[in-house]
């Protein structure tokens, strides 16, 4: 019984110095919701943003779900990934967008086949070291 007091103790603090300074580095955070059979696209502005990002996408929702990462250059637009999920519940999909001179901006969509139920879908954009 000591031990796994004393596992619990350091679990939470080696997580919580992580979780504090993760919630500071967002560049972008949304929360949407996606009707049923319906597709949302979501524009992320990076002007003159020269870095590296992670795109991370989560949602509880019931399945099947799509999700497109799109470059966008001007007019171009060309895809990153994409990822469709079966789940019921617990989708994630996350991929790097590199953009290291700054001219790219980026475009998520989110897909959402279910025919009677929306989906909430949380997105994350980081900008990584």
Not at 18 to 42: K, N, S
């Amino acid at each position: 019984m000591r031990h796994f007091l004393l596992s619990i103790a350091l679990m939470a603090v080696l997580w919580m110095p992580g979780y504090a300074g993760a919630t500071q580095e967002y560049l972008y955070q949304r929360d949407v919701t996606v009707p049923a059979y319906q597709t949302l696209r979501e524009f992320f502005d990076m002007p003159n943003r020269p870095g590296n990002y992670e795109v991370t996408l989560l949602s509880d929702g019931i399945g099947p779900l799509t999700f497109r990462l799109t470059r966008v250059r001007g007019e171009h637009e060309s895809l990153i990934g994409s990822k469709r999920s079966y789940r019921v519940g617990a989708h994630d999909f996350q991929q790097r967008f590199n953009n290291p001179a700054g001219e790219d901006d980026l475009m998520v969509e989110i897909s959402n086949s279910n025919p009677a139920a929306t989906a909430r879908v949380t997105m994350f954009v980081v900008e990584l070291p």
